[in-house]
């Protein structure tokens, strides 16, 4: 293969790669972010802890999509605007940064990822 071909296939497979994820974006956030962006404002705010963990406290408006059950996340965020801002929180970002990328996957836009999750909020 001449290296002008190469160099055209490389090329186009790297624009269809970066096509597939043009305007979506996960961001990862700190506890000011995330209360600067929700505070007083109708935001699509998932908590994706389980029930438990959502019933014993969570951040006001935040709806209970629970990741560990994949299917069921997968249904419940079908309820969501894929072109607005969605805000994600777990207990200390691990399963919330699942989500962003399932999100991603499944053609949401703006994903907010809170880093600190609710351990963080709680704290003063």
């Known amino acids: 293969m001449n290296t ?3 160099t055209f296939l ?3 497979l790297v624009f269809i790669a970066c096509q597939n994820n043009e305007g979506q974006e996960i961001v990862i956030v700190d506890k ?3 209360k ?4 007083g404002k109708k935001v699509q705010l998932i908590d994706v802890r389980t029930s438990e963990e959502y019933d014993a406290g969570h951040i006001a408006n935040a ?7 994949r299917d069921t996340f997968l ?5 969501l605007d894929k072109q607005q ?3 994600l929180y777990c207990k200390m970002g691990g399963r919330s940064n699942r989500a962003a990328q399932l999100l991603k996957e499944k053609g949401f836009k703006k994903i907010f990822d809170y880093s600190g999750g609710y351990n963080d909020w709680v704290l003063e």
């Open 36 to 39: 600067t962006a929700i505070t």
């Open 4 to 6: 002008s071909r190469f």
């Open 63 to 69: 709806v209970n999509f629970n990741i560990i059950n």
């Open 75 to 79: 249904i419940q965020v079908q309820e």
């Open 10 to 12: 490389f090329l186009a």
């Open 85 to 87: 801002p969605v805000y």
């Open 32 to 34: 000011a972010a995330i």
